[in-house]
């Protein structure tokens, strides 16, 4: 495998490299300007990418407008500083209601093949309805916002300019599912040292780290593998031996589908914690005793969870290559800020 050559190379290079290496500048990256490495990305053909639909988009997801109160907008849940997730095991929605599930990460969000925890939503443009109309978070209709869109004046000329119409149902999905397909994050330390040739990118432990996660010892890419870490299963990893969250049961009516959630991308994952649907743990060393363990029992878990044992310093090779997979300069770009 390429990944193993580039091991190779570097640790040949180890003895002679300097004690320190001075961090580049960051670079930005233009928009919708794909990684090294990523595939191109399906894009609807009634939603094609402009800068003009992409800035409608991102004005919409900062603007709590879209809430049935006015106080909640996309960007309250979805936080840029961590890779567009939350930091709490749930989020809240209007009058402070309960969330039900911990906020995914919206890195890379444009190349899902479906969408929510379960995967029951086939386009972002159709995901966007989602969190809009969901009693548990904006609580509003999608018809209503629209009117409240058309009273304002920037938001008309906006909406025209992008889509040669007055906004309505079809304009709000469309430019924010625009914006969040620009949310590409390609330039982490794994990124730069296996797409984009820089053999010092990764430290030691992090090398270590990633010959084990590429491994069958951990089976790690079974679930997590390709460019975005993640190859988009619907699967139970044995979180718990009975679930009050019904996952994919939820769509299915099927009680074998019970517990079965959406494989997430591990891109980011250092900083996108609490984890699993229910962010019910808060640390990469939980996350790998969870998977060490083989998980809870459960008649619907993955065959693929086998248990494995990690010496102390393999556990600590393996989370520093997670922490590899941070992208400081998605989390930094000014062009996603409001």
């Not at 299963?233 to 679930?243: A, D, F, K, Q, W």
């Amino acid at each position: 495998m390429r990944w193993l050559t580039g091991i190779a190379v570097l640790l040949l290079g180890l003895a002679c490299r300097p004690e320190s290496v001075p961090e580049p500048a960051p670079v930005f990256p233009a928009l919708m300007e794909l990684p090294a490495g990523f595939p191109e990305m399906v894009i609807p053909a009634d939603n094609t990418f402009t800068e003009v639909r992409w800035d409608l988009g991102r004005k919409l997801f900062f603007d709590p407008i879209l809430s049935a109160d006015s106080t909640l907008s996309c960007a309250s849940c979805h936080l840029q500083s961590y890779a567009f997730a939350d930091q709490r095991p749930t989020s809240p929605g209007v009058e402070d209601r309960p969330g039900t599930r911990n906020v995914p990460s919206l890195g890379n969000v444009g190349y899902q093949p479906y969408f929510t925890r379960e995967g029951g939503v086939p386009t972002l443009e159709m995901q966007v309805l989602v969190p809009i109309q969901e009693h548990n978070e904006f609580d509003f209709n999608i018809v209503l916002a629209a009117e409240r869109l058309a009273g304002r004046p920037d938001y008309v000329e906006a909406a025209e300019a992008a889509y040669g119409r007055t906004p309505d149902a079809f304009v709000i999905t469309r430019a924010l599912a625009c914006y969040e397909r620009s949310l590409l994050t390609g330039n982490s330390a794994f990124d730069q040292f296996f797409y984009q040739g820089r053999p010092d990118a990764l430290s030691a432990q992090a090398l270590e780290g990633m010959a084990l996660f590429f491994s069958e010892k951990t089976g790690c890419t079974h679930c997590h593998g390709g460019f975005n870490f993640t190859n988009y299963t619907i699967v139970n990893n044995g979180l718990y031996e009975s679930y009050d969250d019904p996952g994919l049961e939820r769509l299915t009516g099927d009680p074998t589908d019970r517990g079965k959630f959406k494989v997430p991308s591990l891109r980011n994952v250092a900083i996108t914690a609490p984890y699993m649907h229910d962010g019910s743990l808060w640390t990469l060393s939980e996350i790998l005793d969870h998977y060490q363990r083989g998980g809870a029992v459960h008649p619907n878990k993955s065959p693929l969870l086998q248990p494995f044992a990690l010496s102390p310093s393999e556990k600590q090779a393996l989370i520093a290559f997670l922490e590899s997979l941070t992208d400081a300069t998605f989390l930094e770009n000014p062009l996603f800020k409001q």
